[in-house]
């Protein structure tokens, strides 16, 4: 039985430039290639849950453009109902440029556009996508007026939430109680509770911060070293896999929609769920490009055999 997803989040036409190193303050450099993707921190979540297998749902907001065409059609080719995308005749569709190093690190700037227009009254227009979940995933590429609302329909009707607290910003603490499990990475926990991460004692200090929020299930992202994670039932840190990483612009979006696409709505599977997870970004990492590196589930169950 393959889970239902419905993500929240941003769509975005993601402009890469590949240069050796990145720039320092006033200085210019020559890009050795550019390439343009679709993209976006919610449309890849919800591109590796559809393609490991999840059920998949997405309400957003895309300009009435080439680009916001671009990412619709990228979205249907994915099999995501796309029901719940309202195009806005008013703002383009967002966009990120991504600057990426030899070494496959990223800056990322990102143009909000139709991202930053989605609403509550959006959201509740797509209410039915929302209770039909079994979990309803969002990030901050998009208002936080429009996660509470989802959050608010999900949790009144029995749905797990999962927040991805990226960009790192000041959260609404109604959205954290409204929260099952959140997943930053070592600098968005950092910015968040003030604790640097640095080891378990740091990661377990800052999972009691975080359930001082009101959310008790956690887990931090730690690039190539693997995650953490603590819920109400213990804690653990799974090692990541070993590879060459290319591009790591998808990889925590990728872990996130695997992540979903596997978890049982009470964590009861977390360790499992997770080592898929990080078998996901560790494939997607090794590829160029936010959804083109994107693994489906037999591409991942088959690096699991090797």
Do not use: H, W
């Not at 227009?117 to 227009?125: C, G, I, K, R």
């Not at 009101?214 to 953490?228: D, E, P, S």
Request: include cysteine; hydrophobic fraction near 40%.
């Amino acid at each position: 039985m393959s889970n239902k997803v419905t993500v929240v989040g941003s769509l975005n036409v993601d402009t890469t430039l590949r240069i050796k190193r990145m720039p320092l303050p006033g200085e210019t450099l020559a890009a050795e290639g550019k390439s343009s993707a679709a993209g976006g921190k919610g449309a890849n979540q919800a591109v590796s849950a559809a393609r490991s297998g999840a059920q998949t749902a997405f309400i957003g907001e895309v300009g009435k453009d080439n680009s916001g065409q671009m990412m619709l059609d990228e979205m249907k080719a994915n099999g995501i109902d796309v029901a719940g995308i309202r195009e806005n005749d008013q703002v383009g569709t967002g966009t990120a440029s991504i600057l990426l190093d030899e070494n496959g690190q990223n800056s990322i700037l990102i143009y909000g556009g139709a991202n930053q227009q989605l609403s509550p009254t959006d959201v509740e227009a797509a209410k039915d996508k929302i209770t039909a979940a079994d979990f309803v995933v969002a990030q901050f590429e998009t208002p936080q007026a429009a996660t509470l609302r989802a959050f608010q329909l999900a949790k009144a009707n029995g749905v797990t939430t999962i927040l991805n607290p990226a960009p790192a910003q000041k959260i609404d603490p109604e959205v954290l109680k409204l929260t099952d499990l959140i997943i930053p990475n070592e600098t968005e926990s950092a910015e968040l509770t003030g604790v640097i991460i640095t080891d378990e004692t740091s990661m377990l200090i800052s999972a009691a911060k975080f359930a001082q929020m009101g959310v008790r299930n956690l887990i931090i992202t730690v690039g190539a070293k693997g995650a953490f994670y603590c819920t109400q039932d213990g804690y653990s840190f799974i090692p990541a896999f070993k590879v060459n990483a290319v591009d790591t612009t998808a990889a925590g979006d990728t872990f996130i929609g695997a992540l979903s696409s596997q978890l049982k709505p009470d964590m009861s599977n977390i360790e499992k769920a997770l080592v898929y997870a990080q078998r996901a970004s560790s494939l997607a990492v090794q590829k160029m490009g936010a959804l083109p590196s994107i693994p489906t589930r037999e591409q991942i169950l088959a690096a699991s055999q090797n």
